[in-house]
């Protein structure tokens, strides 16, 4: 059933059934199967990188897990809170986990929402396998890269026209998605 371990009492499993002591009743024998079921968490952790960071890398940033655990030769895929979907927010230290999975799930981790930022990267392409005492750790990595505009007014005609000289005033509308 997707233990982690599992153990017999008695250890072989084999038990002796002994004929009933009186007549009309029943003899019994018992082995007893424990079943562990082992958990472990996943933990999701953002950091940001580049020139830009300081000024634009606050986000919103949003992660999705998904997570499936293999039954008996047959793999399930778990139901998360909040349907996998992970804020990652500067109240939460910019990390988000999701806990007691079973043991041996494997998880894959994409960001959807990543703040505007340049480029992304996921640590091990987002794919984990979770267990042991540490939880396992995904990272995504958002760069946010700066560029710099430079306006030229260049005058044509004749230089003596009036207005010619300046001043001139130039408005710029930077817009930037999110």
Known sequence: GGATRSALAPADGRVVV???????????????????????????VKTVEGAGAELWGAGPFEAQAVCTWDVDGETRTL????????????D???????????????????????GGATATATSADGAVV?????????????????AS????????????APGAEGP?????????EV
């Open 92 to 114: 939460g230290g910019y990390r988000a986990a999701v806990r007691d999975l079973p043991v041996g799930a494997g998880c894959v981790v994409t960001e959807t929402r990543t």
């Open 168 to 176: 001139f005033t130039v408005r710029l509308l930077c817009t930037r």
């Open 18 to 44: 002994d004929g009933p002591a009186e007549a009309g009743t029943v003899s019994e024998a018992v082995v007893t199967a424990t079943n562990t079921f082992d958990v472990a968490d996943l933990e999701v």
């Open 149 to 160: 505009l430079d306006v030229t007014k260049r005058v044509e005609g004749a230089a003596d």
């Open 79 to 90: 139901a998360l809170p909040a349907d996998g979907r992970l804020a990652l927010t500067a």
């Open 130 to 146: 979770v267990g042991g005492e540490e939880p396992a750790v995904v990272t995504l990595t958002n760069t946010f890269d700066v």
